[in-house]
């Protein structure tokens, strides 16, 4: 099992930042692919960032170049750096742990990704 926990959501204006910290306890961190989800009111749940054990990621086109995914093993936590944000990106941002084989196809596929959080609430004021 695997115990994740979202934090560093926060209301923020357009252009502003956030930094968001996912804490992970049971297995081991290091071993797990890591990914960020969100949901916006009234959408699905789509996927935003993710990272193998080894370090490769993948980002969603709307949040290339704006959106940086990063871990540290040994704090055993997840960050996802959200610069020059938009009303757009307001959302539920979701942290997911494990899947089965990590490429693009399946790290963007929510029902891939076998632990959740319970989500952090991020708002972007226009």
């Known amino acids: 099992q695997v115990q994740l926990v979202e934090s560093g959501g926060g209301l923020v204006q357009a252009g502003g930042s956030l930094r968001l910290s996912c804490a992970a306890s049971g297995r081991t961190f290091s071993g797990n692919a890591m990914g960020w989800f969100r949901q916006a009111p009234g959408k699905e749940r789509e996927f935003v960032a993710a990272?193998?054990?080894?370090?490769?990621?993948y980002y969603a086109d709307s949040v290339k170049g704006r959106f940086t995914i990063s871990r540290d093993n040994a704090k055993n936590t997840l960050y996802l750096q959200m610069n020059s944000l938009k009303p757009e990106d307001t959302a539920v941002y979701y942290c997911?742990?494990?899947?089965?084989?990590?490429?693009?196809?399946?790290?963007?596929?929510?029902?891939?990704?076998?632990?959740w959080g319970k989500g952090t609430l991020v708002t972007v004021s226009s």
């Open positions: 997911a742990a494990n899947v089965a084989v990590f490429n693009f196809y399946v790290a963007v596929r929510r029902t891939n990704w076998h632990y």
């Open positions: 990272m193998s054990s080894g370090g490769d990621t």
